[in-house]
């Protein structure tokens, strides 16, 4: 923590490190998907649509948080 970081945002740069880690494991995980072929399948197929529409709008809603915490 920062010295003069509070520790409720000390919490949250924890908190956002965090999603963004599970943000790039998800991203991990649909390249490996893609590369190993199995994202050919429909329920994989959509499966990834998901993830990756979720990864889209979590790294917007991370950007608008921080400009809106500075």
Do not use: F
């Amino acid at each position: 923590m920062e010295p003069d970081q509070s520790p409720h945002g000390a919490a949250l740069e924890v908190l956002i490190c965090v999603v963004y880690e599970l943000l790039d494991a998800h991203h991990d995980v649909t390249q490996l998907a893609t590369d190993s072929g199995i994202a050919e399948d429909p329920s994989w197929a959509a499966h990834l649509e998901y993830v990756r529409g979720l990864q889209r709008v979590a790294r917007e809603d991370l950007a608008l948080a921080a400009v809106t915490a500075a």
